[in-house]
């Protein structure tokens, strides 16, 4: 059972236009969401996180939204730039524990 | 600054052989360290975390264990690997009690033949 999806393996977005990237998950005890993007051969590196008490938060492009009803967030990059390409994936827990990822969904940036 | 050190960054390993991936920490005491495998076109899947020295949790059944003999250092283990163990390996560490926020280290590429 896969408690956190991404339903787009990937996605292709015009430079300077939006990203969106969802993800949903189905465990109603998970309270922290978390965003990573992957360069291939690399570790994942933290983007951003939200709050289960919380709907957005925003750190220059990227913002994240939470919608706890749906169990559905995503991550809005606004302008997507060409180094924003990579895999992104998207991560959840309950109070630190049983932290479990998305299967990813690759962006592809065209200039 | 915390930093991860993961080693070695590639591996080819025969069937059968022996296996051991070493991750260390420096910059912050008392991590909560991880061990994740990304096979081939797959998301992260957790195989081991640790809260502390000698106490190990187990996600997945496998031919795999891990060991954590010093704060921040934590080990990856196989007696034989099979085929299935191919994939990239990755490290990664957590504050105890913090913003539940992971950070990952380079990575072993791993390919069992």
């Known amino acids: 059972d896969q408690q956190v999806k991404q339903n787009s393996p990937s996605l292709s977005v015009q430079e300077g236009r939006i990203s969106i990237l969802n993800c949903d998950y189905t465990n109603s005890m998970f309270d922290y969401f978390l965003w990573y993007k992957k360069y291939p051969a690399e570790g994942p590196t933290f983007l951003i996180s939200i709050s289960s008490i919380k709907d957005k938060n925003e750190d220059g492009r990227f913002t994240v939204f939470l919608n706890k009803s749906a169990k559905h967030l995503s991550l809005h990059i606004v302008p997507s730039q060409p180094g924003d390409s990579a895999v992104y994936f998207c991560a959840a827990n309950n109070y630190g524990q049983n932290f479990v990822f998305g299967p990813g969904t690759r962006l592809s940036v065209l200039p | 600054s915390q930093t991860i050190h993961q080693w070695p960054a590639t591996l080819v390993q025969p069937v059968g052989s022996p296996l051991s991936l070493e991750c260390t920490v420096e910059g912050t005491s008392n991590p909560n360290l991880y061990w994740y495998r990304q096979a081939a076109g797959r998301g992260l899947q957790l195989l081991f975390y640790s809260v502390g020295i000698g106490q190990i949790s187990s996600e997945v059944p496998q031919n795999l264990s891990a060991s954590r003999p010093q704060d921040r250092q934590f080990i990856l283990s196989s007696k034989k690997l099979l085929l299935s163990d191919s994939g990239f390996y990755l490290c990664?560490?957590?504050?105890?009690?913090?913003?539940?926020?992971?950070?990952f280290g380079p990575g072993t590429r791993l390919t069992v033949t």
């Open positions: 990664a560490w957590s504050v105890t009690g913090g913003n539940y926020e992971q950070y």
